[in-house]
């Protein structure tokens, strides 16, 4: 998009249980009474929303809050089927400029920090894959599991271990592609600190107490089965699915594989456990955007104010929202 007109992109991110979804309803949904009313339109930036069947181990948007403010990325994929960090910016930079074209404001809004810097840095360069490494490692890994690969890449990429999941298989064999066929590690490719051209950001990192949060999470999750967690999970179950799928490899739905014997609490407090490591690391993994304003999640109006004064400064683009 060098050379075009720049994009205008509001961008929130938080870990789940914040409350960032609610928030941008009340600020861009169908009842705003902050100005904002069918100004805006989400495109998600959450890994797991992108499947479709899975609602409540996601805590999925209904039909009816999508309808009162649009998202985009939301039930476009197979459970079955991996979606990755670059299926992911090939979307949402779709996705971004159409909205924009109708004259309204993209909302990148989510929990997965990798997607949003993505989004805003762009990935770093990487080596094309190697299709013979890559067959290899992955043949391993349905010989020798997950564990056994992920206690390989701590050994020669501990760097890029401490980022990822050590249920994550993909992104496993895939650093371990990078170091068998390159001689170097995935961590060492350098990650870009400009933003990308084509578009402007507001970036908004909404924050709570930790323990605050914390026992938000807890809630969250209690909810979730209250809801009927076990029994979509036996859904998915039914359709096929496996502790090896790509969707079924979340928090909230790998703890129903990891032991078959583990009862319904043990399960729960799992989740919760996980969740809360997972919102202390996204955390981490978010510092260091340029331009990036930390606001407290409760605090509306500054998060709003936020949002005007970026759009005020980019009213060339915006005429018929700014004047």
């Known amino acids: 998009m060098d050379g075009e007109q720049k994009i205008p992109v509001v961008v929130i991110f938080a870990p789940t249980a914040c409350g960032k979804t609610a928030l941008a309803r009340e600020i861009f949904g169908s009842g705003s ?22 609602d409540i181990g996601t805590a999925k948007p209904s039909p009816e809050e999508r309808t009162e403010l649009p998202h985009h990325l939301v039930d476009i994929v197979s459970p079955d089927r991996q979606f990755g960090v670059g299926d992911f910016l090939e979307l949402a930079d779709s996705s971004c400029r159409e909205i924009h074209s109708r004259g309204k404001i993209p909302i990148v809004l989510g929990g997965t920090g990798f997607y949003i810097r993505s989004f805003i840095l762009g990935l770093p360069p990487t080596p094309i894959s ?55 590690n995935l961590s060492s490719f350098e990650l870009p600190e ?38 979509e999970v036996e859904s998915l179950k039914s359709m096929g699915l496996t502790k090896d799928s790509p969707a079924m490899k979340a928090i909230g739905y790998r703890e129903f594989f990891d032991d078959e014997k583990r009862d319904s609490d043990s399960i729960r407090s799992l989740i919760k456990f996980n969740t809360r490591r ?46």
């Open 194 to 231: 400009k933003p990308r051209p084509g578009y402007t950001f507001c970036t908004i990192i909404l924050t709570r107490d930790r323990d605050e949060l914390f026992a938000r999470i807890d809630g969250r999750v209690d909810k979730m089965f209250a809801d009927g967690l076990e029994n």
């Open 33 to 54: 009474l902050f100005g904002f009313k069918g100004m805006g339109e989400v495109v998600s930036a959450d890994s797991q929303a992108v499947y479709r069947h899975l």
């Open 130 to 184: 190697d299709p013979e490494q890559r067959e290899k490692i992955k043949k391993r890994l349905e010989l020798e599991g997950n564990s056994a690969l992920f206690h390989e890449l701590k050994k020669v990429d501990p760097v890029y271990a401490k980022k990822i999941s050590p249920h994550d298989g993909y992104r496993i064999c895939r650093a371990l592609e990078v170091y068998y066929a390159t001689g170097k």
């Open 278 to 323: 997972y919102a202390k690391k996204q955390y981490t993994f978010m510092r260091g955007i340029p331009g990036a304003v930390e606001i407290n999640a409760d605090d509306t109006d500054a998060v709003v104010d936020t949002i005007r004064d970026f759009l005020n400064q980019h009213s060339v683009f915006l005429p018929n929202f700014c004047r």
